[in-house]
C-alpha cells in the first residue's frame, strides 16, 4: 500500500532549479509532532539528510550544504511538502526521498530510521 507519493524528479542544469513535492495525506500530516523530511541518496553512497519540515508549526531544518540554496514548505491545502531546490551543483544528483513520521524530537530529523513512511525517490541529474 503507497502511503507517500514524490513527483517532480528529472534533469536541471547546473545553477538551475527545481521542485519536488511529497503529497501525504492527511490521516499521517495530522498526527500531532508529525514531521517530514527529504534524504537523499547518489550512487554508491548512503542515504543522507537533507531538510525537514514539522507539518502543524511550520518550523524547517537543513543540511548545512543546501541550506542557502532549498527550501522545504508545506501546502496544507494539497496535503503536500516542497522542497525547492535552486542552484543545484554536481554533487546534488541523487534520487531524493520524502519521509514522515511522528517526530519527538528534531534533532532526531536526520536518522532516517526514525520514518516509517517513505516515497519512492524519484531521480535528480544534474548535467555541467
Known amino acids: 500500500q503507497v502511503h507517500v507519493v514524490e513527483s517532480g524528479g528529472g534533469l536541471v542544469q547546473a545553477g538551475g532549479s527545481l521542485r519536488l513535492a511529497c503529497v501525504v495525506p492527511?490521516?499521517?500530516?495530522?498526527?500531532?509532532?508529525?514531521?517530514v523530511a527529504w534524504f537523499r541518496q547518489a550512487k554508491g553512497t548512503g542515504r543522507e539528510f537533507v531538510a525537514a519540515?514539522?507539518?502543524?508549526?511550520?518550523?524547517?531544518y537543513y543540511k548545512d550544504s543546501v541550506k542557502d540554496r532549498f527550501v522545504v514548505y508545506r501546502d496544507n491545502a494539497k496535503d503536500t511538502v516542497c522542497l525547492q531546490q535552486t542552484n543545484h551543483a554536481i554533487e546534488d544528483a541523487a534520487a531524493y526521498y520524502c519521509?514522515?513520521?511522528?517526530?519527538?524530537?528534531?534533532?532526531?530529523?536526520?536518522?532516517?530510521?526514525?520514518?516509517?513512511?517513505w516515497g519512492q525517490g524519484p531521480k535528480v541529474t544534474v548535467s555541467s
Open positions: 519521509a514522515t513520521d511522528q517526530m519527538w524530537d528534531m534533532d532526531d530529523a536526520p536518522m532516517e530510521t526514525y520514518y516509517y513512511y
Open positions: 492527511g490521516r499521517i500530516n495530522q498526527v500531532d509532532l508529525n514531521a
Open positions: 519540515i514539522r507539518w502543524k508549526a511550520g518550523s524547517t
